[in-house]
Nanobody, 124 residues
């Protein structure tokens, strides 16, 4: 299966910002919606944000609305997640995902392409 490559995770303090990046290694993904999920220790995987292939449509999970922004550079086949006002509950492994549409990404995650994840730790 195709592999997406995430970067940008790290350890920060509550209130700090962090930007995650995900590079799609092949031009195929330029026509895919892309997005981010996360899995916190002991919790289920959670949808964080998604963006359409054109960049014109975005969706966010309720817990990150107003704090996180997803955007993409189609020319570089890269999607970004700008995370502001981070909270300890944002601590998780963040996974990049790609799918035909944001809706399928959110509701049929078994069919997504995935990255290996990048870890974000937010301390209080």
């Amino acid at each position: 299966q195709e592999q997406l490559v995430e970067s940008g995770g790290g350890r920060v303090q509550a209130g700090d910002s962090l930007k995650l990046s995900c590079v799609a290694p092949r031009p195929t993904f330029s026509r895919h919606a892309m997005g981010w999920f996360r899995r916190a220790p002991g919790k289920d995987r959670e949808f964080v944000a998604g963006i359409s292939w054109s960049g014109g449509g975005t969706e966010y999970g309720d817990s990150v609305k107003g704090r996180f922004t997803i955007f993409r550079d189609s020319g570089a086949n890269t999607v970004y997640l700008q995370m502001n006002s981070l909270k300890p509950e944002d601590t998780a492994v963040y996974y990049c995902a790609a799918s035909a549409t944001v809706v399928t990404m959110m509701h049929r995650p078994a069919g997504n392409y995935w990255g290996r994840g990048t870890e974000v730790t937010v301390s209080s």
